[in-house]
Structures are given as structure tokens and as C-alpha cells.
């Protein structure tokens, strides 16, 4: 069987992997979005089916108040002792004392997940490791206390009680990046392979310059000492020309025929700079030589099209990963619908096929919780349809189809019920400041079609098969603005800061990918 990289297209940023018996278990970051940490499971690494979210219940984390590519970094999911683990950082970017690492368990993948336990310790990326006699070392990144260079970090590791649910004894920093002057050296994972641990971190900081690096030790606490390969997987040495940049952050996974294989972040870059796809899964074949292992050995890039001889079962034809993805309509059922600092349904009510959305009055530049749903934007070309009934919309009241990166950079196609009469307007918020690109008066009826026509780097919005503005995706990806984010395509209903009074419906929307590429 072949399959193609990504295995997990669209933002699916800092992937982690475990094995229990014939099942791979995964989940990946989602800042500011609900559901977060979607639980995926494979039993080829290569169709992902969601089973469940780590964080699905109202309550369990204040999201309130933190902006776009804040929220949930970099999880870690492990098993032992009997349990489901994992381990992630909630980030305030501008209030640090805010949030901070956690940890939750489940008796079984999907859930359901404990309410977070707090971990006092400062930094992102935790993970987790098991000692043979059931010992449990946290381990995660921070900036250096006295660093040599801007953005130095370091590595901790201490060990974690399960009965005082408490970090206990001595810490230990056991890493501060392989190569001098490279930036964050993060997402450390710990192994303990044939009785020696080994580490395996990314560095140079999740973009053009991300690598990964290894080292190992005798005990998990080290010393560590790295591979004279160090960094021992990049893409940055191929430039700009090259199709995929900025792999790193890698979780590694040994199949139950002895192989191992590692799961990564990079991103699609078309010109060698923007990704507005964001940050995706990569699979990447590893052997050990030399007690090390060997990213990719013998291409030493992330292939394109991976073969797997451990996957007897076809993919169905057409469809795309997770959940066997095929095009068309996107109903209130289908995982991926997410929300804005709250649960999808806390802002909307699955009516059969249809979601109905009361207005707010934040807006999509607002750092709370907003009337928004949407999906992750998982091809460069595709197809978006939506219908929206804006008849139950209050005067000034709108609704909107977005495709939004965060508050300060977003673009819209927007109904607004103006007395009598509907404005279409097209905008484009650009660092903060919005742009009128486009606007019409309609006629007042109450169901609207709109469409999205992307095709590479060009988001065409559309009413009545005539294109009302086309954006530069350029000028939305995380490269141009700033973030961590892929691009989100979804609908908005707001009052602009009035009493919210009415009420918007997504009749329907459908997701349609364009081309051979799936």
C-alpha cells in the first residue's frame, strides 16, 4: 500500500504518538479552538479515525480572554499504569502567570479525560515517560534561566507521583539544544529503549529552521550526550525550493513487527514561505544504526508518498484523512466542526442537518467567545458552499463565511440586515484594520448562498457566481502574521457590539477538495 505525506492534512500541528497493543493512538495541538486535543486512533499510521477530544466538557479550562494562537501547545499522549496520559500546556500569551502545564488521564482513549491537574512548573511542551519499575518522568522546555543566547531554552526532567498527583524530588535540566545559538530546543520526548533512555527534542523554533536533534543517557535524569549528527533531521539545508519546510518536532513509535516510524510537523510551502495550510502530520520512516536513529535513512527528507508494507487495507478512493473524509456536506455530526474558546455547542444547536446560531455581540476580532463554527482548510484547492438563512437575523445583525487565521488577520464575505434590505460586503481585517473590499445591497430574503473558491494563494469569495473580492492567502498564513495557526474556513453571526436578538442558520456547507490530490 502507498499513502501520501501528509498523513494528517490541514492543521494538525506538534502530533504525539503512542502504541497499545494494535492500536495507534495520536493527538496534536489546537489553541484557541473547541473541542481541543482531538484523539485519534490508526492501526496503520495512516487512517486516522477521531474517537474523542481531551478537553470536550465546559469548564475544564478557562479560554476566556486569550487570543488567536494562544490556548492548547503541544501535547503529549502516553500509556501506563493503566491508563490513557496526557500532558499539555495551556498558554495566556499575554498573561504567563495564567494557565500553565497540566495533566489528564482516561481508562480508555476516547474518554472521558479527569479535569485537568495543574503541574507547578513553568514552560510548554511537557511529556511523560515510564520508568521498568513504573517510575514517571515529566519532562518539558522553558526559557534558560541565565541563557547564553536570545531564545535559549533547556530541557527538565523530574519524576511524578501518581498518588500525590505532585512532581516529587529533585529537578534535573538535562538539555540546552545541540547546536550553539539555536532557539527553542522543545518538544522533548524521553524512551527507554533496551535499558538506555534517549531524547529526542526539536530546535531552531517551529518554522523555516526547525530540526530535530537526539541524545541519550544511562538514566532518565542523564547526562545526555548528543550525536555528533546533531541536528540529525531538517529540511532548512534544501532552501526555499524545496515542497515541504520547517519539519521537526518529531514522536517516535516502534510497529509490532520491530520497525519504527516517527510523526513530525511541516508545512506545505508552494513558494518556500507561505503555508496557509498551517502546520501538518508528517510520517517518516526511522532505523536505529549505531544505537541512534536515522530519520529518513538513505533520502534524508520526509517523502511524499510513503509505502507502507505494514498496511494490507486501501484507503476508500477519494477520501482523505482523518476519519475516511470524503466531499460534501460538513453536518453538525462530523468532528471536525470546532468553536471559538467554547464547545461548538455552546454556541450553536444541531437542528437534524442544520446548525442554528444565535448572534453575539463579540466580533471576529474579539478574544472571546464568538458565534463562530468552522473546519480546518485541509487542501490548497477546494470548494467551499455554504447557505445561510439570515431571516431570523435582528436589524444590524450579520452573519458571515469566514476564513479566519485570528482576530487581527481574517476575511469575509458578510450579510448584514440593514432595515428593509441585506449589504453583502466583502472585508479583509489586516493587522487589526479592517478594509472594505467590496459591498452591494441584496434583496431581503432569507436564505443566501456563498462560496469560497480557493485555488492555491487565492481566495476567491463569491455570491451569485460573481466574485466579489480575491485575497492573497500570503497575507493570512502564520509566515505573514505572526502565529501558529493553519487557516480556518467557517460562519460567524454577531451584533457588533449591540444586544444580541436573532438568530442565523447554517442550512448547509459543503467542503469539495479540487484536483488529483486528496
Known amino acids: 500500500m502507498t499513502a501520501l505525506n501528509p498523513v494528517l492534512p490541514g492543521c494538525h500541528p506538534d502530533p504525539s504518538v503512542c502504541r497499545v497493543g494494535e492500536w495507534y493512538y495520536l493527538v496534536t495541538s489546537t489553541f484557541e479552538y473547541l473541542p481541543g486535543l482531538p484523539v485519534m486512533r490508526s492501526r496503520d499510521l495512516l487512517r486516522w479515525q477521531t474517537i474523542g477530544h481531551v478537553i470536550d466538557r465546559a469548564g475544564m479550562l478557562d479560554f476566556d480572554g486569550i487570543r488567536s494562537s494562544g490556548g492548547l501547545y503541544a501535547p503529549t499522549i502516553r500509556h501506563g499504569l493503566g491508563l490513557f496520559w496526557v500532558v499539555c500546556t495551556l498558554v495566556d500569551p499575554d498573561d504567563p502567570s495564567r494557565g500553565g502545564n497540566f495533566l489528564v488521564t482516561a481508562e480508555q482513549p476516547q474518554g472521558p479525560w479527569s479535569d485537568p491537574v495543574m503541574l507547578e512548573v513553568d514552560g510548554i511542551d511537557p511529556s511523560l515517560a515510564f520508568d521498568d519499575d513504573g517510575r514517571v518522568w515529566m519532562h518539558g522546555t522553558r526559557l534558560a534561566a541565565e541563557p547564553a543566547w536570545h531564545d535559549q531554552t533547556e530541557v527538565w526532567v523530574r519524576e511524578y507521583s501518581p498518588a500525590q498527583r ?196 463579540a466580533t471576529l476580532r474579539d478574544a472571546t467567545t464568538v458565534a463562530f463554527l468552522g473546519i480546518r482548510q485541509q487542501h490548497a484547492d477546494v470548494d467551499l458552499r455554504c447557505v445561510l438563512d439570515v431571516g431570523g437575523l435582528a436589524d444590524g445583525e450579520s452573519g458571515a463565511l469566514v476564513v479566519r487565521q485570528s482576530e487581527q488577520d481574517h476575511a469575509a464575505a458578510v450579510i448584514t440586515r440593514t432595515g428593509g434590505d441585506l449589504t453583502l460586503s466583502a472585508v479583509h481585517v489586516r493587522a487589526g484594520e479592517q478594509h472594505l473590499l467590496a459591498s452591494r ?4 430574503r432569507a436564505e443566501i448562498e456563498l462560496r469560497l473558491r480557493a485555488r492555491g494563494y487565492d481566495l476567491e469569495l463569491v455570491h451569485d457566481d460573481q466574485t466579489l473580492t480575491t485575497v492573497d492567502a500570503r497575507q493570512l498564513d502564520a509566515s505573514s502574521t505572526g502565529g501558529f495557526l493553519g487557516l480556518w474556513l467557517g460562519v460567524c453571526a454577531s451584533s457588533s457590539g449591540s444586544a444580541p436578538q436573532g438568530e442565523l442558520a447554517i442550512m448547509t456547507l459543503e467542503y469539495i477538495p479540487v484536483g488529483d490530490r486528496l
Open 441 to 444: 445591497t441584496l434583496p431581503d
Open 166 to 361: 505532585a512532581l516529587v524530588g529533585d529537578e534535573h535540566v538535562i538539555w540546552r539544544g545541540a547546536v550553539h545559538g539555536a532557539v527553542w530546543a522543545e518538544g522533548p520526548h524521553l524512551y527507554l529503549i533496551d535499558g538506555e533512555w534517549h531524547l529526542v527534542a526539536a530546535e531552531g523554533g517551529t518554522e523555516f529552521h526547525h530540526a530535530v536533534s537526539v541524545a541519550r543517557a544511562d538514566a532518565a535524569i542523564g547526562p545526555y550526550v548528543g550525536n555528533r549528527a546533531n541536528p540529525v533531521f531538517t529540511h532548512r539545508h534544501l532552501g526555499r525550493s524545496a515542497e515541504v519546510i520547517g519539519a521537526g518536532h518529531a514522536d517516535l513509535v516502534q510497529a509490532p513487527d520491530g520497525s519504527w516510524q516517527a510523526l513530525m510537523l511541516a508545512m506545505r510551502a508552494a513558494d518556500g514561505h507561505h503555508y496557509p495550510l498551517g502546520r501538518e502530520t508528517f510520517l517518516c520512516p526511522v532505523e536505529w544504526q549505531d544505537g541512534w536513529p536515522v530519520f529518513a535513512p538513505g533520502e534524508g527528507r520526509l517523502p511524499l508518498r510513503i509505502t507502507a508494507p505494514w498496511s494490507a487495507e486501501p484507503a476508500p478512493a477519494g477520501c482523505w484523512q482523518p476519519d475516511d473524509r470524503r466531499a460534501g456536506a460538513v453536518t453538525p455530526q462530523d468532528p471536525r466542526w470546532t468553536a471559538l474558546r467554547a464547545l461548538p455547542s455552546e454556541v450553536a444547536r444541531a437542528d437534524g442537518e442544520v446548525w442554528r446560531m444565535p448572534a453575539r455581540s
